[in-house]
Each structure stands twice: as structure tokens, then as C-alpha cells.
């Protein structure tokens, strides 16, 4: 199957799903979860098929608007592979997570949720600027609704702020887009918006820096990265539990992909001349996010907060410029998309049994509901980044990489990673030990449903963390074409000895 | 017969031969029909007999043919095109409206079919005396269209306030071009060539006066105090009529003139008008946010859509810019903008009942759950005024920024951006107030407490205006998805 007949696809069965609703409650659900099974399948049969020569998995052109040279270009390599594959794995998860939490018009709710996962697959597979574009701002208008119709309390003002930060940067990009676009067409003649054209632009330095910034500017809103982070507590927070799980777990994935393949490989000297910048945003993400988790005292906004301290060491890797940041970037962004997946669905089932997302207002929950007590344990210890675990990969790498670039800063970071213990193990007390609140008096377990979702992510960090060789070497080919030009690092030989000690050498 | 049709006057006086022949039937036939089903066939055979025959007729028609009064070539036969079909659009969704006003509505249509010529024979001048004809015609009969609902107050009110104005702004054009007859000695649109430095500066004080007149026509910051209270005031309709084929019928002479002229050829215009399209950007967006009523948000928003517009008036006339993608963009954003705006008043004219105008916020509580796809077709209008891809407003927008960017006017389009940033806020308030649930906590501290929705949730809600607006808000979606058939039909008229 094409990748566009998949997006297609994605996006029939939104429709097929909202009309489903009048004749099941649960027909909806059942069509949606189809079609995110059929989509993960459809992932892992072109990865058992194997690659082309190109390292593509799948490709697909389709001329669309000639008067500009936009065309639907869709391939997926190795990187886009994992991401279409998580895509659709949070897919299952998130529809299974909001199984009967959302009765009311749950059709148009699987609508919202298979557009929003059809534009976040066209956002991992296009390459076309103007293709890619068109996606991004394709997954942000079913966001807005999910939050604004199914949020909670304060949800008109977390849509909107959510809406408005991601427009805004985006309006940004889409300019330096056209500005990209242009400048090749001045120098060349040609209009295009195809990526491997645009990659070869001839383009003044300082402009590029402008430009770059731009791309920046969408990007680390999305991730989100300090100072734009402040839309991602609110939606986070007020989001349906499904919205929580798709946008902690893919959406910042999109802006994380996008500083990799776009940001980077088109202003190599222009991000290279920002790494300092981008690396101090990075390193005060991963510190003030630790800082403003600990101080939380609403489950799910902690959960919030510790994202944009993940996202931080995403920030550092990628501007270490070298192939173990970039690779920790890329583990990290699996392994968060799990792990956090799980803690929302974990801050979701408890609000929806105790109606609350106080943690004043819980403690001892172990006692009452040991299932989920020993599911949150295990993601909040591969949340701070225990060894064994798939973040502990992406950490550890993401520092290794950026500890060639910059000492201090990869120090400051990794102090991060004590107030990630900090915070987690002060969640996981707050909410799971201690006394038992009197107030809680019964709650019911997790049933075999929630269990199977839990322990297929488990069963992922832990293959990440114990053996993440397939991911590193998903992601290697790209890496190496990005690097290339950029291939200068002066100690080449203690990298390799660093390498082989991490399991990196293929 | 062929022949006759392809000749380029023929339209014009096949529209006003429908006219003539409206009025006797009118007279002869009491039937409330025979007006609505002239109006559309009038527009109709524009749409589908004349347009094709002339495109397919004589393809360079000598300017020198209607004595240098009108240009009927492929541009103006797209606006001719653009126009039949708006008036078919506002035709269609006013028969249930006014039906309701009037037992006997057939001066409505007469008033609109004729305002209509009236804005084919300006997107087609080459002269200032059709200019002015065309312009006129189309402003008189806009006049009565607004005060049609005679017992009301408001449009009473916003005909007499815009006719006043109008009539200000027009005499003030009149001036203009009178001050340019002096210094050139011509009223042909035609570049000023050789003027000495005194009638140069006559004619710059000719032309800044005659832009005055346009500006205010096209309701650009800062002539555009009169919109929102027009806006409001006028029957939802006439409001979507006097957005649509008023402003465009304007603004393609305006174009015309701003490139045969060459008017931007002199620094301080070329400045005036850079100053005025910021200006409207920001003012349109940032007063729209302070609005209740979405009449009034989206005059303001229509005055920032012109504003956008503008950057591709001074990327096609200015010096140095691209007039081949100057044109086309202004095509296709029109093209847009018409689909887009016409849908958000189709919406609003099927909400509307008698004597009680769809226009408060308030009156759109809950939308999406009594009316799921009218408001659906609202929220894509919305979204597309607000220029988010998938709608046909991105493309617009685009093409905007393309020919800004072609044109190096980063300021301008800095602007553009800065002032869509804005915008976004107050149309997602829209979409926002169509998906709450009535009694729920209003989006801000602007809305006060609900107040039942016009008409109540029962008013029946005219079929045809609904199937019409459905039709719009497909088009705008398949537009923005696949835009190339009507990229290709502009660059087919106008040269890639």
C-alpha cells in the first residue's frame, strides 16, 4: 500500500468512524482501533519487507500544484519508520485509553483523534516544504477540538492558547519556507519546495541564519522548549485523556523530528553557529521543567511539566551535532513516547475513578489498586531514567553527544536528571504510598484491557533500553548523510572508544 | 447567432437586455417568481452561454473596439465570470430572505441583476468615464439593496449612512479625476508619461485623491470607518453581496488603473499604499477582536483581507515586482475570498429569521450540536478567512506571501503575518462558540450570559440557503486541497 493511500485511509476511517455512531456506542471506537491496527501492521510488514537501495522503505510522488513545483512527495526511511510505527502504536493506546471515558459523541471523537494521527504520519513522511506544511497545520485543527470539546474544566482557554502558540511559530516557518523558496529561485531559477532540492540551496549565510531561525522558532514551540513551553501545561492538563497520550507522546515528537530533518540538514552552518543558544535552551528546558514538575501538586501537570524536561535533552542531542546526540534525540523521543503515554493514561484512569487530579487528595492508592500502583512504579523509574530502560538509552546518549560539545551546559543538564529522580519518586509517593487517604475509601484496579495497553509499552522500554541496536541503526543512515558535510569533529578517536563501550559500532 | 455572442459587448448587453425584459415581465407576471428565475437566468447565460463564447470567440479583442471605454479581455471576463456566479450565490440565499420581507420582492432582483452589470462594466474599464458608470450603477443599487428591509431601523440606517459617504467618496474620485484630466490631458488608463515636474505633482495630487475615493470603496485603513456599522446594518444578503462582488468589481479597476497608469511609478503613492495595506492589516485584525457581533468581526476581517489583497496590487503594478503573479494572485485570492465570505453570510442568512438578523455572537451557541453542518460550514469559512491549509483561504494567503516575497516586500509581509497571528484569535473564538454548549463558561470575560439563540433552535432553517452554503463550504475545502483547476483557469487567462 502507498503512503499516501494509508494517509487517505486515516483519514476515510475518521469519517467512516463519525458516521458509525448511530448505530453503536462503541462502533466508533472499534473502527478507529482498526484502523491504527491495521496501520501498525501495514508499518511492520514494509519493515520486515526491507529497504530499497536508498534506504527507503516507501516512496510516492504525485505532481499537485505545478504552477509552484509542490508536489505530494511522501518517502519514508528509517526514521520515518519508527515514527509512523509509534504513530500507530499511540493510535491503539490512545483509543484504548479513552474507551469509556468519552461517551459523549464518541464518533466525532475518533474522527478528531484518526485526523490528528493522518496529519502527524503525513508530518513524518513528507518531503515537499509545502506538503510537510500543509500536515503540520493538518494535526493542529482536531487538537484544538479534542481539547475544546472534551477537556476539562478550563479547556476554552488551554485550546486556544494551544491553537494560537503553534499558528503563530508556524506562521513563522511557513514565511522562512517561502523566503527558503525563493532565495533558491533567485539564485537558480527554479521553483520548487522538494527537501532534496532545497537541501542543495545556495544560500546567504546571514539570511540562512534568519531562515533557520524560523524553522527554530515552530519547532521548539512545538517540542516545546523554554521560553515557549507555557501553552504545553495547560493542553496537557486539560486535554481528554487520549489528547494527553497523542500529544505528549507524538505531537512534540513532530517538532523534535523537524529540528532533525529540517532545521538542521537546510542551515547546517546556521544551526551550527546556534548550537550554543539551542543547547543553553535545551539544558534550561531539562532544569526548569524538573524545577516546576517538582512544585506541581496536580498529577497530571507534573507529568506536563517532566515532558518539557525530556524535550530538553532532545534540544541538546540534536545541537551536539554529532551521531550519538542525534541518536539520543531519536531513542529519547521513542522511549518518551512511551513512557509518558503511559503516565497520562495513568493521570487519566485516576481522574476518571476518583475525579480528581489531586495528588493531596490521593496517597496509599497502592493498597486499593496495586496494578496500577506497580504500573505507575515501573514508568515513573523509566520516566527519571533508569538503566535498562529505553530513556536511560536516550539520556545517556543525548549527553554523551552534547558532553563533545559542551561541558558546562551537559553538566547542568544531567543535574537535571537528579531532579527527574526528585520529582518522580515525590509523584509516586504523593499519589501511590504513604498513608492511605481515608476520603479513597475503595478504587477500582485496572482491568485486563488497561493491563494489556500497560504491559505492551513496558515490553517496549524495556526492548528499547536493553537492546535499542534496531533503532540506532533505523536512524544511522540518515544521520550519517546529515553529518557528513558537517563531519569535523577534532577527537575522532576517543569518540570511537566511547562508541564501542555503547553499544553504538555496527 | 455564435458570432453575436462572441462578440466582447455582448454580455454586457445581454445583462441589460435581461433587465429590460424583467421589468416588463414583472409588471405583466404577478408571480413572486419571475424575478428570482430572470435573476438567474440573467446571470446564468452570463455564467454559461456568454463567458464561454467570448473566451472562445475573439481572443484579443482590440482595446480600440468600445472607443478605449472598456478592456474585455481574458481578465475581465474572469470577474465577469467570478461576479455572475457571487450573484447567482446571493441570488439563491436571498429568495427565502426576502421572502420574507416582501410578498413582492421583484425589485430586489432587479436592483441586484443591474448591480451586477454594474460590476462587470468596472472590472472592465479602461477609462474613466466606465469607471465611474460602472462603479455608480453598482453603488445605487446597492443603496436600495441595504435599505430593501424598509421597516427596520439599522438598514435604513447603514443605506443612508453609506450612501452619504459613498457619495462623499465618489465626488471626492470625481475630483480626482478631474485633476488628473488637467495635468495629462487624458482620462484614458494610461501611464502619465512626460509630464514636467509641476504636472507631475498635479497628477500625484490627482491620483492620491482618486485613491482616497477607491480606498473608501474598498473600505481600507483608514476609510474604513463606515464598514462595520454598513455591515451590520444591511439585510445578511446584501451584506455578502456588498463584501464580495462590490469590493472585487472595485478593486479589479483599481488594479487596472494602479498597473496601466503606473501610478506606483511615484514614491509618495508607492508609500501611501505600503502604509495603508499595514495599516488595514493591523487595524482590521486587531479591531475585529474587540467585537460581539460577527457582522462586524468579519467587516473588520474583510478590511484586513483587502489589506493582504493589496500586497499583491503593489507586487503587480510596482516597480520592479512580477505582474504577471501580481494578477494571477489577486485572482485567485478574490476567488477565494468570494467563496469563503459568501459561505460565513450564507450560514448567517439561513440562521437569520424574520426581523431578527443571525448576528451576535450568542445567537451561534451551541451550533454544532443543533446544526452540525452549518456549522460546519462556518467553522471552514472561518478557518478560512483565518488562512489555515486544507481550506482554499491557505492558498490565497500563499499565494500572497508568494507574490510579497517575489516582490522583496518583506515589510508588507511581515504585516501579513503579524496580522493573521492576530486574527486567529478571533475567528477560533467563532468555532469556540459554536461547539459550547449554552450555559457554559463563555470563552472570555466578552461574552456575558447566553441569551436563547435567535430564532430559537427550532426556526426552520430554508432548505435552499442551506444546500447552497454546504455547496460553498465543499468549495472551499476542495479548493484548498486541489487548487490547481483553478489555477490553471486564471493562468489560462492571464498568462502564467
New interface residues.
Given amino acids: 500500500m502507498s503512503l499516501l493511500a494509508i494517509i487517505l485511509a486515516m483519514l476515510a476511517a475518521g469519517v467512516v468512524a463519525w458516521a458509525s455512531e448511530r448505530f453503536h456506542a462503541n462502533a466508533p471506537r472499534y473502527v478507529s482501533l482498526l484502523a491504527f491496527i491495521v496501520g501498525l501492521v501495514w508499518a511492520a510488514a514494509e519493515w520486515l519487507m526491507g529497504a530499497d537501495p536508498r534506504g527507503l522503505y516507501a516512496v510516492q510522488f504525485i505532481e499537485?500544484?505545478?504552477?509552484?513545483g509542490i508536489n505530494v512527495t511522501l518517502s519514508m526511511d528509517g526514521l520515518s519508520m519508527m515514527m509512523v510505527a509509534l504513530t500507530m502504536f499511540l493510535g491503539i493506546i490512545a483509543v484504548v485509553s479513552s474507551w469509556d471515558e468519552i461517551e459523549e459523541r464518541s464518533g466525532f471523537f475518533q474522527f478528531n483523534i484518526l485526523w490528528v494521527m493522518a496529519g502527524v504520519v503525513g508530518v513524518f513522511t513528507a518531503m515537499d516544504l509545502?506538503l510537510f506544511?500543509?500536515f503540520w497545520?493538518?494535526m493542529?485543527?482536531p487538537m484544538?477540538?479534542l481539547i475544546?470539546?472534551w477537556g476539562h474544566e478550563a479547556r476554552?482557554h488551554a485550546?486556544?492558547k494551544f491553537?494560537?502558540f503553534t499558528?503563530?511559530s508556524g506562521?513563522?516557518m511557513?514565511?522562512a519556507i517561502?523566503?527558503l523558496?525563493?532565495a533558491h529561485h533567485s539564485a537558480s531559477g527554479e521553483i520548487t519546495f522538494a527537501y532534496h532540492r532545497l537541501l542543495d540551496a545556495e544560500i546567504d549565510s546571514r539570511i540562512g541564519f534568519w531562515l533557520m531561525l524560523g524553522f527554530f522558532a515552530a519547532f521548539a514551540t512545538k517540542l516545546p522548549a523554554v521560553p515557549v513551553h507555557t501553552w504545553l501545561p495547560d493542553a496537557h492538563t486539560q486535554a481528554p485523556t487520549a489528547g494527553s497520550v497523542i500529544l505528549a507522546g507524538i505531537l512534540l515528537k513532530t517538532g523534535a523530528y523537524g529540528l532533525i530533518r529540517f532545521a538542521v540538514p537546510l542551515f547546517p552552518e546556521a544551526s551550527e553557529a546556534f548550537a550554543t543558544p539551542a543547547m543553553v535552551l535545551g539544558a534550561a528546558s531539562v532544569l526548569y521543567g524538573g524545577l516546576m514538575a517538582y512544585s506541581q501538586s496536580d498529577f497530571k501537570r507534573l507529568v506536563a511539566y517532566s515532558s518539557i524536561a525530556h524535550m530538553g535533552f532532545i534540544l541538546l542531542g540534536v545541537y551536539a551535532f554529532n551521531e550519538w546526540g542525534m541518536q539520543g534525540a531519536i531513542v529519547t523521543m521513542i522511549a518518551h513516547g512511551f513512557s509518558t503515554a503511559a503516565l497520562f493514561m495513568m493521570a487519566g484512569a485516576l481522574q476518571h475513578r476518583l475525579h480528581t487530579r489531586e495528588m493531596s487528595k490521593m496517597g496509599g492508592l497502592w493498597v486499593r489498586a496495586p496494578r496500577m500502583g506497580v504500573m505507575t512504579l515501573f514508568f515513573v523509574v523509566a520516566s527519571v531514567g533508569m538503566p535498562g530502560l529505553g530513556n536511560f538509552i536516550g539520556e545517556f546518549l543525548a549527553l554523551l553527544g552534547a558532553f563533545q560539545k559542551n561541558v558546562p551546559l551537559t553538566v547542568a543538564a544531567a543535574v537535571g536528571i537528579v531532579v527527574a529522580a526528585v520529582y518522580g519518586l515525590s509523584l509516586m509517593q504523593r499519589s501511590f504510598q504513604g498513608e492511605p487517604n481515608p476520603d479513597v475509601a475503595t478504587m477500582r484496579d485496572f482491568g485486563g484491557r488497561e493491563m494489556s495497553v500497560m504491559v505492551l509499552m513496558m515490553i517496549g522500554l524495556i526492548w528499547v533500553g536493553v537492546y535499542p541496536q534496531p533503532v540506532l541503526d533505523m536512524a544511522a543512515p540518515f544521520i550519517d548523510a546529515m553529518l557528513a558535510p558537517m563531519a569535523t569533529l577534532p577527537d575522532i578517536p576517543l569518540a570511537e572508544a566511547t562508541i564501542t563501550e555503547a553499544g553504538l559500532h555496527r | 447567432m455564435m458570432a453575436l455572442l462572441a462578440h466582447p459587448l455582448a454580455p454586457y448587453a445581454s445583462l441589460a437586455v435581461f433587465i429590460v425584459a424583467m421589468l416588463v415581465a414583472v409588471g405583466a407576471l404577478r408571480d413572486r417568481n419571475v424575478a428570482f428565475g430572470f435573476t438567474l437566468a440573467a446571470l446564468g447565460f452570463l455564467l454559461v452561454v456568454n463567458v464561454p463564447a467570448v473566451l472562445g470567440g475573439a481572443p484579443e479583442p482590440s482595446p480600440e473596439m468600445m472607443a478605449g471605454l472598456m478592456r474585455v479581455d481574458g481578465y475581465a471576463i474572469f470577474f465577469m465570470a467570478l461576479f455572475a456566479g457571487a450573484g447567482i450565490v446571493t441570488t439563491l440565499m436571498s429568495g427565502p430572505y426576502v421572502a420574507r420581507l416582501s410578498p413582492w420582492p421583484d425589485e430586489y432582483y432587479i436592483l441586484l441583476t443591474t448591480a451586477v452589470l454594474g460590476a462587470v462594466v468596472t472590472a472592465a474599464a479602461s477609462h474613466f468615464v466606465s469607471f465611474l458608470l460602472g462603479i455608480e450603477v453598482l453603488s445605487i443599487s446597492l443603496y436600495a439593496m441595504i435599505a430593501y428591509p424598509r421597516e427596520g431601523r439599522k438598514p435604513l440606517e447603514a443605506a443612508a449612512k453609506y450612501l452619504v459617504l459613498s457619495g462623499a467618496a465618489s465626488s471626492t474620485m470625481l475630483f480626482g479625476m478631474a485633476v488628473i484630466y488637467m495635468a495629462s490631458g487624458s482620462l484614458a488608463f494610461e501611464p502619465m508619461a512626460g509630464l514636467g515636474a509641476k504636472d507631475a505633482t498635479i497628477a500625484d495630487i490627482g491620483v492620491a485623491m482618486l485613491l482616497v475615493g477607491i480606498l473608501f470603496k474598498l473600505s481600507l485603513a483608514p476609510f474604513h470607518m463606515w464598514t462595520p456599522d454598513v455591515y451590520q446594518g444591511a439585510p445578511a444578503p446584501v451584506t455578502a453581496f456588498l463584501a464580495t462582488v462590490s469590493k472585487g468589481a472595485v478593486f479589479a479597476a483599481f488594479l487596472r488603473y494602479a498597473a496601466d497608469a503606473n501610478i506606483l511609478a511615484s514614491d509618495a503613492i508607492a508609500f501611501g499604499l505600503g502604509a495603508v495595506a499595514v495599516l488595514s492589516m493591523v487595524a482590521g485584525n486587531v479591531l475585529a477582536l474587540l467585537q460581539e457581533s460577527v457582522k462586524r468581526i468579519l467587516a473588520y476581517s474583510s478590511i484586513a483581507h483587502i489589506g493582504y489583497l493589496l500586497i499583491a496590487l503593489i507586487a503587480a503594478a510596482g516597480v520592479g515586482g512580477n505582474a504577471a503573479l501580481g494578477v494571477e494572485t489577486t485572482l485567485v485570492y478574490l476567488t477565494g475570498y468570494f467563496v469563503m465570505t459568501l459561505a460565513a453570510f450564507g450560514v448567517m442568512t439561513a440562521l437569520s429569521s424574520e426581523g431578527q438578523e443571525a448576528d451576535d455572537l450568542t445567537a451561534y451557541e451551541g451550533l454544532f450540536w443543533r446544526r452540525p453542518v452549518l456549522a460546519a460550514v462556518l467553522t471552514a469559512a472561518a478557518l478560512s478567512l483565518a488562512g489555515i491549509p486544507l481550506t482554499v483561504g491557505f492558498i490565497a494567503k500563499f499565494y500572497v506571501f508568494a507574490a510579497g516575497a517575489e516582490g522583496t516586500l518583506w515589510v508588507l509581509v511581515w504585516a501579513l503575518v503579524i496580522g493573521s497571528a492576530i486574527g486567529i484569535y478571533y475567528y477560533l473564538r467563532i468555532i469556540f462558540t459554536m461547539i459550547r454548549k449554552p450555559g457554559e463558561e463563555p470563552v472570555d470575560e466578552g461574552i456575558e450570559e447566553p441569551a436563547p439563540p435567535a430564532g430559537g433552535p427550532d426556526a426552520t432553517i430554508p432548505r435552499l440557503t442551506a444546500t447552497v452554503t454546504a455547496i460553498l463550504g465543499i468549495a472551499i475545502l476542495a479548493l484548498g486541497i486541489y487548487p490547481t483547476p483553478i489555477i490553471s483557469f486564471v493562468t489560462s487567462l492571464t498568462g502564467p
Avoid at chain 1, 64 to 68: C, G, K, T
Wanted: hydrophobic share 85%; net charge neutral; charged share 5%.
Fill in positions: 499537485w500544484i505545478p504552477r509552484f509545502f506544511f500543509f497545520e493538518v493542529l485543527i484544538y477540538f475544546a470539546i476554552a485550546a486556544m491553537f494560537l499558528q503563530v506562521l513563522l511557513l514565511f517561502l523566503a523558496v525563493w
